[in-house]
């Protein structure tokens, strides 16, 4: 069975940090293409981030462009994004997609003070 | 990147079909076949039910099917049915080789 499981997320002050883990099992991870996905409550997905299967291409939404970073171990199953200089507009459940075929359960982030 | 256009909210009676639209441009929808369709109920991950424009996963009811037009896309529910009604998200490939959402459709039986 197919799992991605999300974790990290918590409550920090705007210009603070965090980093998302998504342990995953149930698939070959290291043949997959990863992704970052967000949704504001109550609004819409929207695409964040994604990295190639061995590491070596990554890509950014706009928005998060210069602050997020995203990065895997393969060795380890586990994919990660470091957030840096959080904003209040950054608060959003955070989704791990395996190809974007897969989905987690999501990991809630709220930025406030 | 802007999301792509979906209607806000779509509605049908229970065995009609209904038709969801995703417009974008030629450098996301209308440029590359790799449009996908999720479902998502309330509290939910989003479940993937078309991918690559008109394929459907193992498991998903061959009541769901997808098409592209030019720039737009589509989704069609047919013989809708009460579980079916949940949000509706297209997503694209993009030329600069990140993905799009579309706005998302609310879907409701009556």
């Known amino acids: 069975e197919v799992q991605l499981v999300e974790s990290g997320g918590g409550l920090v002050q705007p210009g603070g940090s965090l980093r998302l883990s998504c342990a995953a099992s149930?698939?070959?991870?290291?043949?997959?293409?990863m992704h970052w996905v967000r949704q504001a409550p109550g609004k819409g997905l929207v695409w964040v981030s994604r990295?190639?299967?061995?590491?070596?291409?990554?890509s950014y939404a706009d928005s998060v462009k210069g602050r997020f970073t995203i990065s895997r171990d393969n060795a380890k199953n586990t994919l990660y994004l470091q957030m840096n200089s959080l904003r209040a507009e950054d608060t959003a459940v955070y989704y791990c997609?395996?190809?974007?075929?897969?989905w987690g359960q999501g990991t809630l982030v709220t930025v406030s003070s | 990147q802007s999301a792509l256009t979906q209607p806000a909210s779509v509605s049908g009676s229970p065995g009609q079909s209904i038709t969801i639209s995703c417009t974008g441009t030629?450098?996301?929808?209308?440029?590359?076949?790799?449009v996908s369709w999720y479902q998502q109920h309330p509290g939910k991950a989003p479940k993937l039910m078309i991918y690559?424009?008109?394929n459907r996963p193992s498991g998903v009811s061959n009541r769901f099917s997808g098409s592209k037009s030019g720039n737009t896309a589509s989704l069609t529910i047919s013989g809708l049915q009460a579980e079916d009604e949940a949000d509706y998200y297209c997503?694209?490939?993009?030329?600069?080789?990140?993905?799009?959402f579309g706005t998302g459709t609310k879907v409701t039986v009556l």
């Open positions: 997609a395996g190809g974007l075929d897969y």
């Open positions: 149930g698939f070959t991870f290291s043949s997959y293409w």
């Open positions: 990295i190639n299967s061995d590491g070596s291409s990554t």
């Open positions: 030629s450098s996301d929808v209308g440029g590359y076949n790799y």
């Open positions: 690559e424009v008109s």
């Open positions: 997503s694209s490939y993009t030329s600069s080789s990140t993905r799009v």
